[in-house]
């Protein structure tokens, strides 16, 4: 069962933005922190941002003051604007509960930084 569907990635230039959406059931927006996770090729895995059912807002250092994480709980989507895009922000990004090995993981969505 898909759980969560990514959506918005694409080749920017250093400097730019771009807008991520994640697309969730309104049970798991309910009850679950949602986070946005991004992997390099050769690196693990890594915690990007994270909000909570309740709105709590958290984000990695490397990108805080940069990302912003919000929820549209009537589309039922948890988004990612991303500003001040560096090419070490280049990763696929995905989005999953904060606690992960519950819900499966989707194919995520490329971000590519670079000019």
């Known amino acids: 069962q898909v759980h969560f569907v990514e959506s918005g990635g694409g080749l920017v230039q250093p400097g730019g933005s771009l807008r991520l959406s994640c697309g969730a059931s309104g049970s798991i927006l309910r009850s679950y922190n949602v986070a946005w996770y991004r992997q390099a090729p050769g690196k693990q895995r890594e915690l990007v941002a994270v909000?909570?059912?309740?709105?709590?807002?958290n984000y990695a250092g490397s990108v805080k003051g940069r990302f912003t994480i919000s929820r549209d709980n009537a589309k039922n989507t948890v988004y990612l604007q991303m500003n001040s895009l560096k090419p070490e922000d280049t990763a696929v990004y995905y989005c999953n509960s904060e606690t992960q090995g519950l819900f499966n993981w989707g194919q995520g969505t490329q971000v590519t930084v670079s000019s």
């Open positions: 909000i909570s059912s309740g709105g709590r807002l």
